[in-house]
């Protein structure tokens, strides 16, 4: 996938539809062409919403619920969710640009052609989700769980990856090439369907012993 230019948000193409959004979210809510400009949701119940042309910016969520919505062409930039309920979601064509993503549940969710950029993923669950031709730019994944999704067209330039499971994953040229670091601790047999380079490779060599049972002894 080839990553697109960051934008600002006076360079989206709804920027001009935007308007400033007021009051609380809402369960099955439709929020299109809003600017959420520093909103702060806490335990917010606003599951099975679409949010559409929308933008975010310095947005928290602090707990609650969007279990379900869907994300379609939204800007998201400097949004913190922690605690947050976002499991079964669908993301397509976003970016999210310096985000933070504690203790967030997004398992079972599908995203498309999404970016993530400069963005915190800490004791994230992405069990079971979906991604395809997704990029994570410069990120930062520490104790992030994909075990048992399904990963087709994504790379990680420039991120690092601490900790990270992916048990019963399934990939498909993703492309972990220009990742600062492989920490992957549980899951290397799913590595099947990645490219990595020769440094990675000598890097991932003892988990890798570990994983096929090889003891490796020089006297």
């Not at 799913?190 to 990675?200: D, E, P, R, W």
Request: hydrophobic content about 40%; aromatic content about 10%; charged content about 20%.
């Amino acid at each position: 996938m080839r990553v697109p230019r960051p934008r600002d948000l006076a360079a989206l193409p709804y920027a001009h539809h935007l308007q400033p959004f007021t009051g609380e979210l809402e369960h099955a809510g439709a929020y299109e062409w809003l600017h959420f400009d520093s909103s702060v949701f806490q335990d917010a119940e606003a599951g099975s919403s679409l949010f559409s042309q929308s933008a975010f910016s310095s947005a928290t969520f602090d707990r609650g619920r969007l279990r379900r919505s869907r994300f379609d062409e939204v800007w998201l930039h400097t949004v913190r969710m922690v605690g947050t309920n976002v499991a079964e979601t669908t993301w397509l064509d976003s970016e999210c640009t310096a985000g933070v993503f504690a203790g967030t549940e997004i398992h079972g969710s599908e995203m498309r052609r999404t970016v993530f950029r400069q963005c915190k993923f800490d004791s994230v669950n992405f069990r079971a989700t979906s991604l395809k031709d997704v990029v994570f730019v410069d990120c930062l994944l520490r104790d992030v769980d994909f075990s048992g999704a399904q990963l087709a067209d994504v790379s990680f330039p420039g991120s690092t990856l601490d900790r990270t499971r992916i048990d019963r994953a399934t990939l498909a040229r993703v492309d972990l090439r220009e990742a600062t670091a492989l920490g992957i601790v549980s899951g290397i047999g799913a590595l099947s369907g990645a490219t990595i380079s020769t440094a990675q490779l000598f890097d991932l060599a003892p988990v890798l012993a570990q994983h096929i049972g090889l003891t490796v002894k020089d006297h």
